[in-house]
């Protein structure tokens, strides 16, 4: 029996590009050199009307899962083998499939990280890859797939979060995602803030109970043969009596659903049940909430929750709340009470992440060792663009949170790999692209220093990451210490990842020898610094 992997799951998970790079290396003997890539992404999401002024890493535990098995086989290498480029000779040849059939796997590479559940920032080297520049090299396409997302959906998770002030999140967006990544997406959402997920697969590997509810069509069936509402939420109190949550608004939601799910709730009373709660899925969720929890009141059930969907994120939450803190109060109902007995079910905006969607992660050559060997000095290696944004960090680096006497996280700081920030005082630090742009701390500004990354996969360790619970405390804790005016929903205060003037001299002195190279003229015999037009 063949346990590989089919080829759009294993090894082959990969961009064309970063083959035939791989075996150009190969050619000019570089495949095994050492090299370093750093991922970070460079922009916080922006979804119009609102915007991140952070972001939550996720993906890590999929990404090392996944090199720990990947390789290439028989079935990679045949793959490659029957290439035929434009001439139709063959695109790889047999030295470099004989390569891959001895080296093609990430077991020689580290990956140091910071741990998943974390608050980052832009231009913060959230993971880092040192190891045998062919494989880190393919190893491009595969990390930003199990990053980018995971970090994209997680972010939102923790913002929708924060939104329901302290209620209960369910992710159930599996019906809108992106194929097999909504597992992911699923996993992130719990990491990034949400309780409990409807993904049953997902819910068993984490070791959690899976939610839901019943759709509108098990109302219409009853409605369609059995007679009606009544009759459908009966019959789904028989089946489920100690988990019974009705959906009440297939009909009227205040004419008929209530109502009936009170009757059956008073049913369940006198059977040695309680009721859990009814799921309100349209109209002004808001007004809703308070005349349901109106009846519910009247009806000796003030614990029975009420569940709130139907295409929310934390903008809309953020509404509802301010809704109900504005309005209950003229039905004579406890706003504070309300908020504490919702829960709400995100799907589609979550598992897309609306209005964003997609995270501008990205995998830059930083470093390659100057000669073969592990104890042979690094190189640092710099790009340029004509956006400075783009510039990434060069070199070997450590990289620190630095809170202030407040024990709020204040400024991250990419220092060099042996360099102890808080060793100068004062502390002056550099914008990561803009020329001039500093910021200047004393020592005593700075009450902690924080090293961010860890080791989490080694050549003979494998593979390290941390259970759901650890990586929810990570969350909790470290949006403690963010100061507010950054985990605000719309137009957040500007979090900042500075260089150190090691770094920085380090950036900027690449850059000159970079920008001074002889260049040929252009077209006319003119010398342009940058295109035209």
């Known amino acids: 029996m063949d346990d590989a992997p089919p080829l759009t799951e294993g090894v082959l998970f990969t961009d064309q590009y970063q083959l035939t790079m791989a075996q150009l290396y190969f050619r000019h003997g570089l495949a095994g050199r050492d090299a370093q890539f750093d991922y ?4 916080n999401p922006d979804y119009g009307t609102h915007q991140a002024g952070y972001c939550i890493t996720a993906g890590l535990g999929g990404l090392l899962d996944w090199m720990s098995e990947a390789r290439f086989g028989p079935a990679e290498l045949d793959a490659l083998a029957a290439q035929r480029g434009a001439s139709g000779a063959r695109r790889f040849d047999d030295g470099f499939l004989a390569w891959l059939s001895e080296h093609g796997h990430f077991r020689d590479l580290r990956v140091a990280a910071v741990p998943e559940g ?5 231009h913060l080297p959230v993971l880092t890859v040192q190891g045998p520049l062919a494989m880190a090299q393919i190893l491009e396409t595969s990390l930003l797939n199990h990053m980018n997302y995971p970090t994209l959906v997680a972010t939102k998770a923790s913002r929708i979060a924060d939104s329901a002030r302290g209620s209960a999140v369910l992710e159930f ?3 809108r995602g992106p194929g097999w990544g909504v597992n992911s997406a699923a996993r992130a959402a719990l990491i990034g803030g949400c309780n409990f997920t409807s993904n049953v697969g997902m819910s068993h590997e984490l070791g959690l109970d899976p939610k839901g509810t019943h759709a509108h069509s098990l109302v219409q069936v009853f409605i369609a043969l ?3 509402e009544l009759e459908a939420f009966r019959a789904y109190a028989e089946a489920y009596p100690d988990e019974c949550v009705l959906l009440v608004d297939t009909i009227d939601t205040l004419g008929s659903g209530v109502p009936n799910a009170l009757t059956v709730f008073a049913e369940l009373r006198a059977a040695g049940h309680e009721p859990r709660g009814i799921r309100l899925d349209s109209g002004d969720l808001a007004f809703l909430s308070i005349q349901a929890a109106r009846a519910l009141d009247a009806a000796g059930f003030p614990d029975v929750s009420i569940v709130l969907s ?3 994120d934390e903008l809309a939450i953020w509404q509802i709340l ?3 803190d504005q309005e209950a109060p003229r039905y004579g109902v406890d706003a504070a009470a309300l908020r504490a007995r919702l829960t709400y079910g995100v799907g589609t905006n979550l598992i897309t992440s609306a209005g ?3 995270l501008d992660g990205v995998y830059k050559l930083v470093a390659v060792r100057s000669a073969d060997g592990s104890g042979t000095p690094w190189t640092p290696a710099i790009k340029l663009s004509e956006n400075p944004v783009k510039i990434p960090i060069p070199g070997e680096k450590s990289i620190w949170r630095l809170y202030d006497a407040r024990g709020m996280a204040t400024v991250d700081v990419v220092a060099g790999v042996d360099e102890d920030p808080l060793a100068a005082d004062p502390l002056v630090l550099h ?10 701390l004393r020592r005593d500004d700075i009450a902690e220093a924080e090293r961010l990354a860890a080791l989490v996969y080694s050549p003979g360790s494998g593979r390290a990451t941390d259970p759901l619970a650890v990586m929810r405390d990570r969350r909790r804790a470290d949006l403690d210490r963010l100061d507010p005016g950054v985990r605000r929903l719309v137009n957040p205060h500007v979090y900042h990842v500075s260089l150190t003037t090691e770094v920085k001299a380090n950036q900027q002195r690449l850059i000159d020898e970079v920008t001074g190279i002889d260049r040929p003229p252009a077209a006319g015999g003119a010398h342009r610094d940058r295109p035209q037009g």
Not at 40 to 43: A, I, N, P, Q, Y
Not at 118 to 122: E, F, I, K, L, Y
Not at 432 to 438: D, E, I, K, Q
């Open 40 to 43: 970070f992404h460079r922009t």
């Open 118 to 122: 974390r608050v980052v920032h832009p």
């Open 173 to 175: 967006g599996m019906r």
């Open 226 to 228: 059995r007679g009606g």
């Open 310 to 312: 139907n295409d929310l």
């Open 322 to 324: 301010s809704q109900i």
């Open 356 to 358: 964003h969607a997609a």
């Open 431 to 440: 914008h990561p692209y803009r020329p001039g742009v500093r910021r200047v």
